[in-house]
């Protein structure tokens, strides 16, 4: 079954405490992204890669790291979480560009 | 003001009847418009895009661009309580910006 998954699902930890959250996608895309989605202000690219070794900024990047070493894999790195990072994450991939992008199910992160 | 609004609803609508959505925006680069559901604790799914103006169909669903007035619509026709989600709409130029969503509910 052609799908984007990440892991975990939900996540609560302390500010400060580094965590990775990973996403993983079978369709042979090479743009992945990743979202935040905030009440009220919808979905926020956090950063994009159009293929592997290739990553830029979103409009929300600050407090975010990305690599894409593989092309099927696109981590989100929060190397110190911080309260206002507490949102709903979304990673996404489509086969050249953002237009017919494929979402994974989300990640519910809170940070105290 | 963002660059694309989206009335957030929430809206009600019986069984059968149709539904309009409605996105308005002020980049005039916009290219592409796309339009997604996203059910509740679910990822979006894309339902359609369109490249420009004019109108797109699928089956109950027609996206429509007017650019001239920067102005997306999304028509459902015949609507079913299983159309009961989140709709977003997109647009894209160099870079892809979405609304923040209207919640509808079709009440069987």
């Known amino acids: 079954e052609a799908q984007v998954t990440q892991n975990p699902r939900y996540l609560i930890t302390v500010t400060g405490k580094k965590l990775t959250v990973t996403c993983s996608q079978n369709?042979?895309?090479?743009?992945m992204s990743w979202y935040r989605q905030d009440p009220g202000l919808g979905l926020r690219q956090i950063y994009y890669?159009?293929?592997?070794?290739?990553?830029d900024k979103g409009d929300v990047p600050e407090g975010y790291k990305v690599s894409r070493k593989e092309k099927r894999n696109f981590p989100l790195i929060l190397e110190s979480p911080s309260p206002n990072q507490t949102s709903l994450y979304f990673c996404?991939?489509?086969?050249?560009?953002?237009?017919?992008?494929?979402f994974g199910p989300g990640t519910r992160l809170t940070v105290t | 003001q963002k660059e694309v609004e989206q009335d957030p609803g929430p809206l009600s609508v019986p069984e059968g009847a149709i539904v309009s959505l409605n996105c308005t925006y002020s980049?005039?680069?916009?290219?592409?418009f796309m339009w997604y559901r996203q059910y509740s604790r679910k990822g979006p799914e894309l339902l359609m895009y369109?490249?420009?103006?004019g109108n797109k169909e699928d089956g109950r669903f027609t996206a429509q661009v007017d650019k001239s007035s920067k102005y997306i619509s999304l028509f459902i026709r015949d609507s079913q309580p299983s159309d009961s989600a989140t709709y977003l709409c997109?647009?894209?130029?160099?870079?892809?910006?979405f609304g923040s969503g209207t919640q509808l509910t079709v009440l069987p």
């Open positions: 996404a991939s489509s086969p050249r560009d953002p237009v017919e992008q494929y």
């Open positions: 369709m042979n895309h090479e743009y």
């Open positions: 890669s159009m293929n592997v070794e290739v990553t």
């Open positions: 980049n005039s680069a916009f290219q592409y």
């Open positions: 369109t490249y420009s103006s």
């Open positions: 997109a647009m894209k130029n160099w870079q892809l910006t």
